[in-house]
């Protein structure tokens, strides 16, 4: 399994299993949600890769965006809730990965916005993490 996806497995599992955030989006987290899904859920959005080799060290910097969307009458408290959910899932968290080592992770930047529906409002939840490849 490669890095990548060593590290959206991880983080998945966090959030399913996290109470915080089971509370506001139930299991509701998603890959590639349908176009039907229920609100409020998260999803996984973009993210990039940078080498980060150190001596005799393979390593790597991922950041992942992670969307959290809601459609409470266009109102960002529950998109907040969730996203603050999320982050405090995330930030710091110590998890095994099961080829790789992950080395830190931290939640580097939390947006708000509303879409131009105008009904619904989006949380972009930014994580980094640096992983020690094998």
Excluded at 13 to 19: C, T
Excluded at 65 to 80: H, N, Y
Excluded at 89 to 102: F, S
Aim: charged share 25%; aromatic share 8%; with cysteine.
């Amino acid at each position: 399994m490669t890095a990548s996806n060593e590290l959206q497995v991880l983080i998945y599992g966090r959030l399913v299993a996290d109470p915080g955030v089971h509370a506001i989006c139930a299991d509701r987290i998603y890959d590639a949600p349908s176009k039907d899904a229920p609100f409020p859920y998260v999803s996984f959005g973009p993210s990039d890769v940078v080498e980060d080799d150190a001596e005799c060290i393979t390593g790597r910097t991922e950041t992942i965006q992670l969307d959290c969307w809601s459609r409470t009458s266009g109102k960002f408290k529950e998109v907040k809730s969730l996203a603050d959910a999320v982050k405090k899932a995330l930030h710091k968290y110590d998890g095994a990965l099961t080829v790789n080592a992950l080395v830190q992770m931290r939640v580097i930047g939390i947006r708000f916005f509303k879409d131009p529906d105008n009904i619904t409002t989006h949380g972009v939840v930014t994580v980094e993490a640096m992983i020690e490849e094998n």
